[in-house]
């Protein structure tokens, strides 16, 4: 039976993170899967995970986003690893149809749309944002989606061996797609529910924002020069 990892990183998530690990718990009911979580937590955050059988790397002092997702994926032994932030969200109940479309073969990738319309927990602002994203994308890297931010997807055990990314800055989660595009994987998308979330927000719009488009406009770039496959890093 395949390996299902599913991939969190946490910091102050102890409002949600029972809950969480519960219903993630409940999806995968009669699977084979671990729960792994990178934590950089001042809170009960990483205890309560690990009293709920999570396997709880501590990354603290906390060293930014993309070394904590960097080092989760690396961490995760499964044939595919599926994300999702760890705030009550993103449906866990979704996690078993994107993890079988990569075990079955039909692709490489799957993102989990937030988008197919806008979310009521969602800003108006931020909707529209998100969609601006998503068009530069399409425009200028040659990719089709409608949520570069998403932060569930299920990726194949070698999109995390031979994908290099830059785990320096915000907005990862756009190259993490993008990148595997590009590369050649199948990349596929289904749209999910987005909830509101449990706990304070802690994302930066204006960095995000910043490093959305520079992660986008390098990549640009790259479409003209040889892009050569690698392992993560996440040092």
Same mark, same amino acid.
């Given at each position: 039976?395949?390996?299902?990892?599913?991939?969190m990183i946490?910091?102050n998530?102890e409002k949600?993170?029972?809950?969480?690990?519960e219903?993630?718990?409940?999806?995968?009911?009669g699977?084979?899967?671990e729960?792994?979580?990178?934590?950089?937590?001042?809170?009960?955050?990483?205890n309560i995970?690990?009293?709920?059988?999570?396997?709880?790397i501590?990354?603290?002092?906390?060293?930014?986003?993309g070394?904590?997702?960097?080092?989760?994926?690396?961490e995760?032994?499964?044939?595919?690893v599926?994300?999702?932030?760890?705030?009550g969200t993103?449906?866990?109940?979704?996690?078993?149809?994107?993890?079988d479309?990569v075990?079955s073969?039909?692709?490489?990738?799957v993102?989990?749309?937030?988008l &197919? @319309?806008?979310? /009521?927990?969602?800003?108006?602002?931020?909707?529209l944002?998100? $969609?601006? !994203?998503?068009?530069?994308?399409?425009l200028?890297?040659?990719?089709?989606?409608?949520d570069l931010?998403s932060?569930?997807?299920a990726?194949?055990r070698r999109v995390?061996?031979?994908?290099?990314?830059?785990?320096?800055g915000p907005?990862?989660?756009?190259?993490?797609?993008?990148k595997?595009?590009?590369?050649g994987?199948?990349?596929?998308?289904?749209f999910?529910?987005?909830? &509101? @979330?449990i706990? /304070?927000?802690?994302l930066q719009?204006?960095?995000?924002?910043? $490093?959305? !488009?520079?992660?986008?406009?390098?990549?640009?770039?790259s479409?003209?020069t040889?892009?050569t496959?690698h392992?993560?890093?996440?040092d």
């Amino acid at each position: 039976m395949s390996l299902i990892s599913v991939a969190m990183i946490t910091m102050n998530e102890e409002k949600a993170v029972a809950r969480v690990i519960e219903d993630i718990s409940d999806a995968l009911r009669g699977r084979e899967y671990e729960i792994v979580i990178v934590d950089s937590s001042r809170d009960a955050t990483p205890n309560i995970a690990a009293g709920q059988g999570a396997r709880v790397i501590r990354q603290f002092p906390p060293k930014g986003y993309g070394r904590a997702m960097g080092r989760v994926l690396q961490e995760s032994h499964g044939d595919v690893v599926v994300t999702l932030d760890c705030d009550g969200t993103y449906p866990a109940s979704e996690i078993p149809q994107l993890a079988d479309m990569v075990l079955s073969g039909q692709c490489d990738l799957v993102n989990a749309s937030r988008l &197919e @319309r806008r979310p /009521e927990s969602m800003p108006f602002a931020n909707y529209l944002a998100n $969609w601006l !994203f998503a068009v530069t994308g399409w425009l200028l890297v040659g990719v089709k989606s409608t949520d570069l931010h998403s932060g569930m997807r299920a990726y194949s055990r070698r999109v995390i061996q031979e994908v290099q990314f830059d785990p320096n800055g915000p907005a990862l989660p756009v190259e993490l797609l993008l990148k595997p595009a590009l590369q050649g994987f199948r990349v596929s998308e289904v749209f999910i529910p987005y909830g &509101e @979330r449990i706990g /304070e927000t802690t994302l930066q719009r204006w960095s995000s924002t910043v $490093w959305t !488009f520079r992660r986008i406009l390098r990549l640009a770039i790259s479409r003209f020069t040889p892009l050569t496959k690698h392992a993560v890093s996440a040092d």
